[in-house]
C-alpha cells in the first residue's frame, strides 16, 4: 500500500502555534497510516520532533519574497515532497505564496485562492483561533477532534531544584507591543504576596525580560529565575507541577493553560480575548490600560483560582 504524505504548515508564533496543538492532534487521527510533515520555524522543531503528530520536521527560514533564489530553492524542496494533501494552519500572506511555489497539485486545505479545500467563511477573522481552524479542517473533512493529549512532554525538572509549591510567572510579552505587559512594580507585589503565603514565585522569560525579572528579583529574593534556562517542553512540564500562573497575553501562558495549569491570563486593548485567550483553566482579567489593573485585583482572582 503507497503510504500518501501529508505537510501541515504552522510557523508561529508561540501562542498561535500551542492553539494548532488540537488542529495537530486530528489530522493525525484523520490520516493516522500517513507520513505527515510539519513545515515550520526554527523555535518550535525540538517540541514538534517530540510530539506523536509528526513523522518529519522541515525548518522554514522565511526567506524575504524578493530573494527569488531562495524562494526557488523553497519551492523546490516543498514540490519534492509528493505531498497528497497540504493543510495551511498559517493561513497568511506568505504561506499564501507557498500554495503558488507548489505549482497548486497537492489538495490544500487554507484560504489561497484557487486552492481545492478553502475555508469559505467571510467571517473567519472575527472567530476564536481554535474555533476557526476547527471549522478550516471540517471544511477539509476531518470530523474527529480528539483532544491534544501533552502526556508525551517530558522534561528534567530536578535540575531546577523547586519547592513542592511554586507559582509560574510571564511578566514579558512582545517587545515591540509594550502596552501588552502588567508594570514589573505590579508582578513584584504579587511575587511578594505569593512568597508570604509559602509559593515560590518562578520567573519565566528570555533575555528580552531581563529589565523586568530584575525588578522583580530586587524586591522579592525568593522569586527563582528561570529566564533564558527553559525550553517549551520544560515549561510545559512545569505547568504540569505548578500550583498557577499569571502572565500577560504572551505566548508562554498559552502554553502553560495548555497543559493544564490554573492560569491568570492578563489582557489590554491591545488584544482581544474573544480572539486568542488560552483556553483551559483559564481566568481573564481585561482592562483598557494594564497601568490600571491594581495588585488588590489581580491576587483577589488568584485567591479564587487557589480556593477553587
Known amino acids: 500500500m503507497?503510504?500518501?504524505?501529508?505537510?501541515?504548515?504552522?510557523?508561529?508564533?508561540?501562542?498561535?502555534?500551542?492553539?494548532?496543538l488540537?488542529?495537530?492532534?486530528a489530522i493525525r487521527a484523520h490520516h493516522a497510516e500517513s507520513h505527515i510533515t510539519l513545515l515550520t520555524t526554527r523555535p518550535f522543531a525540538e517540541f514538534a520532533l517530540a510530539s506523536p503528530w509528526f513523522d518529519q520536521v522541515w525548518i522554514d527560514d522565511k526567506p524575504k519574497w524578493w530573494r527569488l533564489d531562495k524562494m526557488a530553492a523553497l519551492g523546490a524542496k516543498l514540490r519534492?515532497?509528493?505531498?497528497?494533501?497540504?493543510?495551511?494552519?498559517?493561513?497568511?500572506?506568505?504561506?499564501?505564496?507557498?500554495f503558488a511555489l507548489m505549482g497548486k497539485n497537492p489538495e490544500w486545505s487554507g484560504i489561497a485562492e484557487g486552492c481545492s479545500h478553502p475555508h469559505a467563511n467571510p467571517g473567519r477573522d472575527f472567530m476564536h483561533t481554535m474555533e476557526r481552524?476547527?471549522?478550516?479542517?471540517?471544511?477539509?473533512?476531518?470530523t474527529d477532534f480528539p483532544g491534544p493529549d501533552l502526556g508525551w512532554i517530558k522534561s528534567d525538572l530536578a535540575r531546577f531544584g523547586l519547592p513542592a509549591r511554586f507559582a509560574l510567572l510571564c511578566p514579558?510579552?512582545?517587545?515591540?507591543?509594550?502596552?501588552?505587559?502588567?508594570?514589573?512594580?505590579r508582578f513584584a507585589a504579587l511575587a511578594i504576596w505569593l512568597a508570604e503565603r509559602g509559593?515560590?514565585?518562578?520567573?519565566?522569560?528570555?533575555?528580552?525580560?531581563?529589565?523586568?525579572i530584575a525588578v522583580i528579583r530586587a524586591r522579592c529574593p525568593q522569586a527563582v529565575d528561570l529566564a533564558d534556562r527553559t525550553s517549551f517542553l520544560d515549561i510545559a512540564a512545569l505547568a504540569g507541577h505548578a500550583v498557577c500562573a499569571i502572565g500577560n497575553d504572551?505566548?508562554?501562558?498559552?502554553?502553560?493553560?495548555?497543559?493544564?495549569?490554573?492560569?491568570?491570563?492578563?489582557?489590554?486593548?491591545?488584544?482581544?480575548?474573544l480572539l486568542c485567550a488560552p483556553r483551559g483553566k483559564v481566568t481573564v482579567l481585561r482592562r483598557p490600560s494594564l497601568s490600571a489593573l491594581d495588585p488588590d485585583e489581580?491576587?483577589?482572582?488568584?485567591?479564587?483560582?487557589?480556593?477553587?
Not at 488540537?22 to 492532534?25: D, L, Q
Not at 494533501?85 to 500572506?93: A, E, F, K
Open 2 to 20: 503507497t503510504t500518501s504524505h501529508i505537510l501541515v504548515i504552522k510557523l508561529g508564533a508561540l501562542g498561535d502555534f500551542v492553539q494548532a
Open 22 to 25: 488540537g488542529p495537530f492532534a
Open 80 to 98: 519534492s515532497g509528493g505531498f497528497s494533501r497540504v493543510y495551511d494552519l498559517q493561513t497568511s500572506g506568505r504561506s499564501g505564496r507557498y
Open 133 to 142: 481552524q476547527r471549522e478550516q479542517l471540517e471544511m477539509a473533512g476531518i
Open 172 to 185: 514579558g510579552g512582545a517587545p515591540h507591543r509594550p502596552a501588552k505587559r502588567w508594570p514589573a512594580e
Open 199 to 212: 509559593i515560590t514565585p518562578v520567573l519565566l522569560g528570555t533575555h528580552k525580560e531581563e529589565s523586568e
Open 250 to 273: 504572551t505566548g508562554p501562558m498559552h502554553l502553560i493553560a495548555a497543559a493544564g495549569a490554573k492560569a491568570l491570563v492578563l489582557f489590554s486593548d491591545e488584544s482581544d480575548p
Open 298 to 308: 489581580v491576587e483577589a482572582a488568584l485567591a479564587g483560582m487557589l480556593a477553587s
